[in-house]
């Protein structure tokens, strides 16, 4: 199924072009289980049965010395896994012990989050407007490397290409720039969490965030504006609730990197905040980074 979102006006700084409006929708992906997460749970089970076998004062059972040499911790073979652009969920990377990731540190909760993707094509199901640009970028599908498919995909990289620019992407119902190209008053509001604060680029593009569904946490940056509307600043920089009440009523685009490293239905629910990058952990989402 997919939601349709209403279109929109693209705007840019005014030394760049203004990109095409675009619609975004959804649509589902599951996301397969890995072997090597399975091949972990299965040695950390043996191993924890190795220590439990050890006699309580002094000896080894027969038992015991077969299975001593697997009674390696857990985090010593997560941290001997190499990161690769597989589907496994690295253990300590997406969990919710990160000190950044605690439930104070949530700023928005419950949102209604739905999923997007670079080069979205045209067609009678989406009003005809393509999702080629973005609100701060008229060739995003070009300096992404191509059309992130989510139907067919390898890892968290679309199955065609090598993507030039980080698959973990959102977008967020604000835009710095106005109508006219000029940067708002609220743009300050981007500050704190910006990594680029040149004159005539976005302060709020690839900033990131940090966002958690049952209990799983992925970083990803602000690369568009949606899913509907781009001056919701009370939501993205405050604590009201999100203007949109159209179609599925998001407040949330994630990519289809983000949207399966979640294992997110079509239309779903997650918390996110604002992060500065500094407090962004190494993961699958730092393999390739949006400059």
């Known amino acids: ?34 072997g090597l997460a399975a091949a972990i749970i299965v040695v950390s089970v043996v191993a924890l049965s190795a220590q439990a076998l050890a006699p ?34 690295p253990t300590g990377l997406a969990g919710s012990s990160s000190s950044n990731s605690s439930s104070g540190d949530w700023t928005h909760t419950h949102i209604t989050t ?17 999702n080629v640009a973005s609100a701060w970028d008229d060739q995003w599908q070009q300096h992404f490397g191509g059309a992130d498919t989510p139907q067919s995909r390898n890892g968290w990289w679309p199955a065609a290409f090598k993507p030039k620019e980080n698959p973990f992407y959102i977008a967020l119902p604000y835009n710095d720039f106005d109508a006219k190209g000029k940067r708002k008053a609220s743009a ?9 604060t040149d004159a005539n ?3 709020c593009k690839n900033s990131w965030v940090m966002i958690r569904h049952n209990g799983q946490v992925v970083y990803a940056q602000w690369e568009d504006a949606g899913p509907l509307g781009e001056d919701d600043v009370d939501y993205v ?30 239309v779903d629910t997650t918390d996110w905040s604002l992060v500065p990058a500094s407090k962004v952990p190494d993961g699958p989402w730092k393999q390739i980074v949006t400059q």
């Not at 929109?8 to 397969?32: D, E, I, N, Q």
């Not at 999923?115 to 979205?120: H, N």
């Not at 300050?188 to 680029?196: D, G, I, N, R, S």
Request: hydrophobic letters at 35%; one cysteine or more; glycine letters at 6%.
């Open 114 to 130: 739905t999923f997007f993707w670079v080069g979205e094509p045209a067609d009678s199901e989406n009003d005809y407007i393509t």
């Open 201 to 203: 680029r976005s302060w």
């Open 1 to 34: 199924m997919r939601f349709n979102r209403s279109s929109k006006a693209k705007y840019l700084h005014p030394s760049l072009k203004t990109p095409l409006p675009r619609r975004f929708y959804s649509r589902g992906r599951r996301l397969l289980s890995s």
């Open 56 to 89: 309580a004062r002094s000896g080894h059972s027969a038992l015991y010395g077969l299975l001593h040499p697997l009674s390696v911790p857990l985090t010593t073979l997560v941290s001997m896994a190499p990161l690769t652009n597989s589907k496994s969920t």
């Open 237 to 266: 920089f405050g604590n009201s609730a999100f203007r949109n009440t159209w179609g599925a009523k998001a407040g949330l685009d994630v990519s289809p990197a983000v949207h399966d490293y979640l294992h997110l239905q079509d």
């Open 188 to 196: 300050q509001k981007c500050l704190p969490t910006a990594v680029q």
